[in-house]
């Protein structure tokens, strides 16, 4: 009885919250003021931060029925991937839940669509490993007792999710098009880890609307509260790096696919060394290799319809707003192959450099990852500026590698930059770029490093 009790309660309460601010946003619009200006006013906290995000990612707000994540996931701008999270989202109605995948310190979950097929992978921010809802008790365990030597000291926590989010759109925006698509959605599945409250919440809802349908029909919302977090399309044939790596040790690769190889490795090391990964393990990223024809019969003698591919998975720990340089390292672990002592080929350097090179074209891509990272409830203006000085340093570094002809390797050897935003510079234009911003260098080695 308690249970319906609380739950037609907090109900209430929804429907009241809603109905003030339904009413603030008719005022709102009549002053003039445009829904993407309503961020401001959800920092000053008059708009609660998942109606922000809603605003933001799905242009509706939540209806008053339905027990579905639907009613926030809009994509306007790329229907594909739209099509692909209604087909997640019917499958879940339909039954087929998302799969936690059992390896990893955080709740990542196999998204399916209504066939079992696997569409992508989903990591929700409440269950990152710090988040509060982690599935996995040792890493809770790890920051009660030993929080020095377990979190990455120089990331925002629980940022996760807009890390893997961001990492495609720095990809993107470089042509890279080694990571899989990615971007915020929102779900919701019994399969996924919430506290009691919550669910004992949903089932004194369901209870409440059919015992009493009148109050339950104005519930904001009946079943279990949707999750945000990243959503990353599934790639098809791709084995972990490591795997192909040792085999291509035993039996080497035709030139032209080695080049291949060489290309598509180059285009990660761009990604990883600009987001400032710390996390690229060999189980990080992952190869698909196809050697067609194999098996037919007589053997092909020209094997020129290989194809190999790179897709960088798990950049969930990215964007950091140091340089980690006090304890860990955290080195990019692919530094250590025979790939990263070649020269940074001409072709990867006509695909980037010129991109690099533009301070408006950095501009515009801070620009692009404030919009997504201010869309956080922990979002914080001077961290964010911070982890904007150490990209930009990143990228400096890296334009400077490319016009001198460096290895990965020497890349990575380089000296830590931070380009600071100056405190009496201009907005960053061209014409004020000389004044606006500030190097710094940084050429303290590490405690534990592998170089
Ligand atoms: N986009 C993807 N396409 C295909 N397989 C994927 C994709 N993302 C993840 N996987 C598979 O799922 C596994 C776990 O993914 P991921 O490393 O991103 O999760 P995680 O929970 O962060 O794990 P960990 O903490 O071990 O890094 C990967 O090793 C890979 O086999
Ligand atoms: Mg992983």
Same mark, same amino acid.
């Given at each position: 009885m308690g249970?319906?009790?609380?739950?037609?309660?907090?109900?209430?309460?929804?429907i009241f919250l809603w109905q003030q601010v339904t009413h603030l946003a008719a005022v709102m619009e009549h002053c003039g003021i445009s829904p993407s200006r309503y961020?401001?006013?959800?920092?000053s906290g008059l708009f609660s931060n998942s109606l922000w995000i809603c605003s933001k990612f799905s242009l509706s707000p939540p209806l008053h029925s339905g027990n579905s994540s639907g009613d926030f996931n809009h994509f306007p701008g790329d229907p594909e991937f739209g099509d692909i999270i209604q087909r997640a989202e019917q499958a879940i109605e339909g039954g087929v839940f998302p799969e936690r995948i059992s390896q990893g310190s955080s709740?990542?979950?196999?998204?399916?669509?209504?066939k079992g097929k696997i569409l992508g992978v989903f990591k929700p921010k409440s269950e990152e490993?710090?988040?509060?809802?982690?599935?996995?008790?040792?890493?809770?365990?790890?920051?009660?007792?030993?929080p020095c030597c377990f979190g990455r000291g120089c990331l925002i926590p629980n940022q996760g999710y807009l890390s893997e989010v961001a990492a495609s759109h720095v990809d993107t925006r470089l042509g890279l098009g080694v990571v899989p698509k990615t971007k915020a959605v929102y779900l919701v599945s019994e399969t996924f880890h919430y506290n009691t409250i919550d669910r004992a919440k949903s089932r004194g809802k369901k209870y409440a609307l059919e015992m009493v349908p009148k109050v339950g029909r104005h519930f904001h919302r009946v079943g279990l509260p949707p999750k945000l977090g990243s959503? +990353?399309?599934?790639?098809?044939?791709?084995?972990?790096?490591?795997?192909?790596?040792?085999?291509?040790?035993?039996?080497?690769?035709?030139?032209?696919?080695?080049?291949?190889? +060489?290309?598509?490795?180059?285009?990660?090391?761009?990604?990883?060394?600009?987001?400032?990964?710390?996390?690229?393990?060999?189980?990080?990223?992952?190869?698909?290799?196809?050697?067609?024809?194999?098996?037919?019969?007589?053997?092909?003698?020209?094997v020129c319809v290989c194809a190999i591919q790179i897709a960088a998975i798990d950049n969930g720990l990215a964007f950091p707003f140091k340089h980690p340089d006090e304890w860990r390292a955290y080195p990019f672990h692919w530094a250590c192959l025979p790939q990263a002592k070649v020269p940074f080929s001409q072709e990867t350097r006509e695909l980037v450099l010129s991109r690099l090179s533009d301070m408006n074209f950095?501009?515009?891509?801070?620009?692009?990852?404030?919009?997504?990272?201010?869309?956080?409830?922990?979002?914080?203006?001077?961290?964010?500026?911070?982890?904007?000085?150490?990209?930009?340093?990143q990228i400096l570094n890296l334009s400077q590698a490319l016009k001198d002809n460096k290895t990965p390797i020497q890349l990575v050897q380089m000296p830590r930059v931070v380009v600071e935003r100056s405190r009496t510079g201009g907005q960053g234009r061209v014409v004020t770029l000389g004044t606006a911003f500030t190097q710094t260098f940084h050429c303290k080695r590490p405690f534990f490093s592998s170089w």
């Open positions: 249970c319906i009790y609380n739950g037609v309660c907090s109900s209430l309460f929804d961020g401001s006013l959800s920092k709740g990542s979950y196999f998204v399916k669509d209504s490993p710090y988040g509060h809802l982690n599935p996995k008790w040792t890493k809770y365990f790890h920051k009660l007792c030993c959503f +990353q399309l599934f790639v098809e044939g791709y084995h972990e790096a490591d795997y192909w790596l040792r085999r291509f040790e035993a039996e080497p690769l035709p030139e032209n696919i080695r080049k291949q190889l +060489q290309s598509q490795f180059e285009r990660l090391v761009i990604l990883d060394y600009v987001i400032r990964n710390t996390d690229r393990g060999n189980d990080n990223w992952l190869i698909k290799y196809e050697k067609s024809g194999e098996g037919e019969g007589e053997k092909v003698s020209c950095v501009q515009d891509l801070c620009e692009d990852l404030y919009e997504m990272f201010m869309a956080d409830k922990g979002f914080d203006k001077t961290m964010f500026e911070k982890q904007m000085s150490v990209m930009r340093g």
